[in-house]
């Protein structure tokens, strides 16, 4: 898991076009915040939390999946 700053409307849709990268289809991808969690790769629930917002993003997968994955998140939005 991973805990994230998503700032804008536009690092929610960069981070949701990573989700839908092909590498990356046959994996779960949740953003939770607080008791909410939403499906990554859906544009509509990633722009339907309120910005600014800190959120935890975590992938289903091996150990190096989830690796590069996260290493590909954080040239996206800022990591706390």
């Not at 849709?13 to 990573?18: A, C, D, I, S």
């Amino acid at each position: 898991m991973m805990k994230v700053h998503i700032k804008t409307g536009e690092h929610a849709r960069k981070l949701v076009t990573l989700a839908c990268n092909k590498k990356y289809a046959d994996y779960d991808i949740d953003c939770s915040h607080g008791r909410y969690i939403i499906d990554m790769k859906s544009i509509m629930g990633m722009l339907s939390l309120a910005w600014p917002k800190e959120v935890n993003i975590e992938i289903h997968a091996d150990e190096d999946i989830q690796a590069e994955f996260y290493k590909e998140v954080n040239s996206i939005v800022c990591r706390i």
